[in-house]
């Protein structure tokens, strides 16, 4: 058991400390400008073991932009997008219109990939703890 949650919490800290340093790069992204071209909430349904039936809502801001000579699209808000309720992703997305222009941050050795909120989420840091402390106490429990 101990072994399990050794590899549990070395996963979760390596995954989320890689996910904090991008966020902690996407600052220093250049920024640019983007068009609007479309908002709308994602719906994702989803079944669990039971059969019961789960609906996630992501808003989608579909925007366009240049960099150097060439065009991209994009979507993504945050580089780590959460689920949000059917009210608050339908308010996120009334903020933005067609036409309308953005300013975006993308990442210069992929430039395709771009967001409109560049940083970390700040939760994030709850899970590296959580992590560190699993492996931790794994480690404890396994040698003592």
Do not use: C
Not at 36 to 48: C, F, N
Not at 71 to 95: D, P, T, V, W
């Amino acid at each position: 058991m101990w072994i399990v949650l050794f590899i549990v919490g070395v996963t979760l800290s390596i995954v989320t400390f890689f996910s904090i340093k991008k966020g902690r790069k996407s600052k220093t992204w250049p920024k640019t400008k983007a068009t609007v071209v479309s908002a709308e909430v994602e719906e994702k349904h989803e079944y669990d073991e039971d059969g019961d039936k789960h609906v996630y809502y992501y808003p989608r801001i579909h925007y366009d932009y240049q960099v150097d000579d060439q065009f991209y699209n994009g979507s993504k808000y945050k580089l780590l997008e959460a689920s949000m309720s059917k009210r608050k992703a339908h308010e996120f997305i009334s903020n933005f219109m067609t036409g309308d222009i953005l300013t975006v941050y993308y990442d210069t050795e992929k430039p395709a990939e771009s967001v409109l909120q560049p940083g970390e989420q700040k939760y994030l840091y709850v899970f590296f703890v959580i992590g560190i402390g699993l492996t931790v106490f794994s480690l404890v429990k396994l040698f003592i």
